[in-house]
């Protein structure tokens, strides 16, 4: 098992771990634990499946009757469900355990497979999205904090990589097979598949072993003070936020988008992202640990906005090529090194708490990027939408000055 060391640090080196590596390289802590594969696969069976109804779901509920407005309301429900969720969840997460919320979530992804497959109105299919919002506050929220619990401190942002690089291998493959298996077999066949997916992903997790010790004493009881929210987090949150925000059209509008400009399969324009995203994972998280968290974070959000930048003037394959390689590139550096810095900001009893603070964030921004961003779209079109986008991705970066320039009492380990 594990364990971890409580390092006191001096204010003026924590306002600087943002920019400078919070502990020096040591290769021979183990990261690759039985624990680590088996969190990691998981998300590798969760990511494949959610990201096929990702890049399909717009396109069935235009098959349902809806329009574009209703499109990027179904795609925003889902973070604005785990929005609502997220403060409980993390202090369920802390104050209780780690591995019951992951199986909860787990099984919440399965379940909205099922109520989609009922579905034939867009009432309906919000439901689903609803009960899918259930899953993924509680999923993402307990298996990153039993992710920043099993991994080594010194490896945080490359574990943080490596974690993510699952889901972009869902990501790859999922976006295409889901436009494949809609069109050839139909969205029926697509919604068992993906309740399947989230099966295996809920057996999977119950062979990782819960690191966390059961906390011992009684917990302060929440309050609308100490359980929405932990503080220490809230820069982070903001860039989270953005990061949301320029994620939230992508996801939502992106195979409408692609359609309009005679893109057989907008699948693919994942598939190159989600590349780009694994490719980038592989040495960024190193990086952040070895150089600083700000040594990948800028570069990656100034790609975001240039890959959104250039969607208005993508009007063939290779366009869309360049813009989701950019994309994922930018995406891929910067997550994983936002979330070690998180991590780096808080105590370990406040991980889940932190971890919720961080996805109410990015949930808040996915919604005001799908919805808010979704009717801007719909009332003066694509081309205004995509370079607001952009500069929600750049506003992100007052984020990371904020966690520079405010020093926290203690580093996460």
């Given at each position: 098992?594990?364990?971890?060391?409580?390092?006191?640090?001096?204010?003026?080196?924590?306002?600087?771990?943002?920019?400078?590596?919070?502990?020096?390289?040591?290769?021979?802590?183990?990261?690759?634990?039985?624990?680590?594969?088996?969190?990691?696969?998981?998300?590798?069976?969760?990511?494949?499946?959610?990201?096929?109804?990702?890049?399909?779901?717009?396109?069935?509920?235009?098959?349902?009757?809806?329009?574009?407005?209703?499109?990027?309301?179904?795609?925003?429900?889902l973070?604005?469900?785990?929005?609502?969720?997220?403060?409980?969840v993390?202090?369920?997460?802390?104050?209780?355990?780690?591995?019951?919320?992951?199986?909860?979530?787990t099984?919440?992804?399965?379940l909205?497979?099922?109520?989609?497959?009922?579905?034939?109105?867009?009432?309906?299919?919000?439901?689903?999205?609803?009960?899918?919002?259930?899953?993924?506050s509680?999923?993402?929220?307990?298996?990153?904090?039993?992710?920043?619990?099993?991994?080594?401190?010194?490896?945080?942002?490359?574990?943080?990589?490596?974690?993510?690089?699952?889901?972009?291998?869902?990501?790859?493959?999922?976006?295409?097979?889901?436009?494949?298996?809609?069109?050839?077999?139909?969205?029926?066949?697509?919604?068992?598949?993906?309740?399947?997916?989230?099966t295996?992903?809920?057996?999977?997790?119950?062979?990782a072993?819960?690191?966390?010790?059961?906390p011992?004493?009684?917990?302060?009881?929440?309050?609308?003070?100490?359980?929405?929210?932990?503080?220490?987090?809230?820069?982070?949150?903001?860039?989270?936020?953005?990061l949301?925000?320029s994620?939230?059209?992508?996801?939502?509008?992106?195979?409408?988008?692609?359609?309009?400009?005679?893109?057989?399969?907008?699948?693919?324009?994942?598939?190159?992202q989600?590349?780009?995203?694994?490719?980038?994972?592989?040495?960024?998280?190193?990086?952040?640990?070895?150089?600083?968290?700000?040594?990948?974070?800028?570069?990656?959000?100034?790609?975001?906005?240039?890959?959104?930048?250039?969607?208005?003037?993508?009007?063939?394959?290779?366009?869309?090529?360049?813009?989701?390689?950019?994309?994922?590139?930018?995406?891929?550096?910067?997550?994983?090194?936002?979330?070690?810095?998180?991590?780096?900001?808080?105590?370990?009893?406040?991980?889940?708490?932190?971890?919720?603070?961080?996805?109410?964030?990015?949930?808040?921004?996915?919604?005001l990027g799908?919805?808010?961003?979704?009717?801007?779209?719909?009332?003066?079109?694509?081309?205004?939408?995509?370079?607001?986008?952009?500069?929600?991705?750049?506003?992100?970066?007052?984020?990371?000055?904020?966690?520079?320039?405010?020093?926290?009492?203690?580093?996460?380990?």
């Open positions: 098992m594990a364990t971890s060391s409580t390092e006191a640090t001096s204010s003026s080196d924590l306002a600087s771990s943002a920019s400078k590596a919070p502990y020096p390289a040591r290769s021979e802590e183990r990261l690759l634990t039985a624990d680590f594969v088996f969190a990691t696969l998981a998300n590798f069976f969760n990511a494949f499946g959610q990201q096929m109804l990702t890049a399909t779901l717009p396109l069935y509920v235009l098959a349902l009757g809806g329009n574009q407005a209703d499109a990027g309301l179904v795609s925003g429900a973070a604005f469900t785990a929005l609502l969720l997220r403060p409980l993390g202090w369920v997460t802390d104050a209780w355990r780690r591995r019951p919320l992951v199986l909860l979530g099984a919440g992804y399965a909205a497979s099922v109520v989609y497959l009922a579905s034939s109105s867009v009432p309906m299919l919000l439901f689903g999205r609803a009960v899918h919002g259930v899953g993924l509680s999923y993402t929220t307990a298996s990153n904090a039993y992710l920043a619990d099993i991994s080594p401190p010194r490896r945080r942002a490359e574990a943080m990589g490596l974690f993510a690089a699952t889901m972009d291998v869902g990501l790859i493959v999922g976006p295409a097979v889901g436009v494949f298996i809609a069109a050839a077999l139909g969205f029926h066949r697509l919604f068992y598949f993906t309740a399947g997916l989230a295996l992903a809920f057996l999977v997790s119950f062979l072993r819960e690191r966390r010790p059961r011992s004493g009684l917990r302060a009881p929440w309050t609308l003070r100490t359980g929405i929210v932990a503080f220490d987090a809230l820069p982070v949150a903001w860039t989270a936020l953005c949301g925000a994620f939230g059209p992508v996801m939502a509008f992106i195979a409408i988008y692609a359609q309009s400009r005679g893109i057989a399969n907008p699948g693919f324009y994942f598939t190159v989600a590349i780009a995203l694994l490719l980038t994972r592989t040495f960024a998280g190193r990086l952040a640990d070895r150089r600083g968290r700000a040594v990948v974070m800028v570069p990656g959000m100034l790609a975001i906005a240039l890959a959104l930048s250039l969607l208005p003037l993508a009007t063939d394959f290779p366009h869309f090529v360049v813009s989701g390689a950019l994309f994922g590139f930018g995406f891929g550096a910067t997550q994983p090194a936002t979330m070690a810095l998180l991590v780096d900001r808080v105590r370990p009893e406040q991980r889940g708490l932190a971890m919720s603070t961080y996805f109410t964030g990015f949930d808040g921004g996915i919604s799908s919805i808010g961003l979704g009717i801007v779209g719909q009332v003066w079109g694509f081309g205004v939408m995509w370079p607001l986008a952009a500069a929600c991705a750049l506003l992100g970066l007052l984020g990371l000055l904020a966690a520079q320039r405010r020093p926290v009492p203690s580093l996460g380990d």
